[in-house]
């Protein structure tokens, strides 16, 4: 691929929401007044006094199947700087994870998310093992102070869908004739 390829195919990441097949997300260990919902989806996502938060303990563990198949570039995951979540791991394509055997995979990525993510940086994941992704399961396993409860304002995914990747690429293609 193209430096110019691959510089347009960053600059036409979109968020993801918009591919998020609803009816199959998932969110295990979360309280149920301050669901998934209040941090993924459009609308809810932006209110500041929305949240997701975790409920017997600090992890939480996020299915999210895709409508059609995806290449995730990173991810924003906001959150409050001592309750905000710190480790998180992330698998493509594992379904029906539960607490008792998310450790007997290895994760595709992880990330230790610093405040400056917990504020609103993307983090951008080993894009290469992102390329088909047609679920995503996101294992938040603890948070910034070590507590009882995980909070969650807001979660971004930032990609292309694999029709838009093979449109950029064929037009790299063909300006590089031109």
């Excluded at 507590?147 to 300006?175: A, M, N, P, R």
């Amino acid at each position: 691929m193209s430096v110019e390829s691959a510089t347009a195919i960053q600059r036409n990441q979109v968020d993801l929401l918009d591919f998020v097949d609803w009816s199959g997300v998932e969110c295990l260990n979360q309280n149920s007044s301050h669901s998934l919902v209040n941090a993924l989806k459009q609308g809810y996502r932006e209110d500041e006094g929305l949240h997701l938060e975790s409920d017997a303990d600090e992890q939480l563990l996020i299915y999210i199947p895709f409508t059609q198949v995806i290449k995730l570039h990173s991810f924003l995951m906001k959150g409050p700087e001592d309750e905000g979540p710190k480790t998180v791991k992330l698998f493509a394509n594992k379904e029906h994870m539960g607490f008792s055997n998310v450790s007997d995979f290895p994760p595709s990525d992880s990330a230790v998310l610093s405040l400056d993510n917990l504020k609103g940086k993307p983090f951008t994941v080993k894009y290469v093992k992102f390329q088909s992704v047609r679920s995503l399961t996101i294992f938040i396993e603890d948070n910034q102070c070590g507590g009882d409860v995980t909070k969650v304002q807001k979660i971004v995914l930032y990609g292309t869908t694999q029709d838009v990747t093979f449109i950029l690429e064929g037009i790299s293609k063909f300006d590089h004739y031109i």
